[in-house]
T-cell receptor, first 110, second 113 residues
């Protein structure tokens, strides 16, 4: 069955520190991969996506993600976190339809 | 409009009541999706339309859930005889193409009391 796993339910980082959110996928073939962010009471905003080609993908708000086929991973990174980055982050994979991970809640401490 | 629009944003329904949730996709978008997001969980796929055709309804949890998109634009998700476990955010999304990049609305928050 197709699935996306986000192992970390909560992550807390200090403002200005680097961030890495983990995502692993299980598909028969490599899916399209996405990261979305959701602020409280808001819809999902697309941060970045990977279809093929360069395995390091740049997104909005200074985020990037790296696709690693050997590890079935698509981890999200940011070099320096801002307090406004506090939100819930969802990794998703798609062949015919989006399948989401359970999400990681990011807290930023000043 | 510029984005996916959903209404109502918030709905409180008494158990057993029928509800209808509306989605206006981005103009010209062929594909439309409905997702259900329970508190503290990721969105779960409900159903998918390409134009007016409902191509996948495998995620609808029961026959109390029904979705339509009669003219290939606006869609309505109907829940009959609501139950407490139906309380969730219902997200609508649309895509210009076959669904590779989809854009979400802000959701309709349903609380069944």
């Amino acid at each position: 069955a197709q699935s996306v796993t986000q192992p970390d339910i909560h992550i807390t980082v200090s403002e200005g520190a680097s961030l890495e959110l983990r995502c692993n996928y299980s598909y028969g073939a490599t899916p399209y991969l996405f990261w979305y962010v959701q602020s409280p009471g808001q819809g999902l905003q697309l941060l970045l996506k990977y279809f093929s080609g360069d395995t390091l993908v740049q997104g909005i708000k200074g985020f990037e993600a790296e696709f690693k086929r050997s590890q079935s991973s698509f981890n999200l990174r940011k070099p320096s976190v801002h307090w406004s980055d506090a939100a819930e982050y969802f990794c998703a994979g798609a062949r015919c339809k989006l399948v989401f991970g359970a999400g990681t809640i990011l807290r930023v401490k000043s | 409009g510029a984005g996916v629009s959903q209404s109502p944003r918030y709905k409180v329904a008494k158990r057993g009541q029928d509800v209808a949730l509306r989605c206006d996709p981005i103009s010209g978008h062929v594909s439309l999706f409905w997702y259900q997001q329970a508190l503290g969980q990721g969105p779960e796929f409900l159903t998918y339309f390409q134009n007016e055709a409902q191509l996948d309804k495998s995620g609808l949890p029961s026959d109390r859930f029904f979705a339509e998109r009669p003219e290939g634009s606006v869609s309505t998700l109907k829940i009959q005889r609501t139950q407490q476990e139906d309380s969730a955010v219902y997200l609508c999304a649309s895509s210009l193409d076959s669904g590779v990049t989809i854009y979400f609305g802000e959701g309709s928050w349903l609380t069944v009391v």
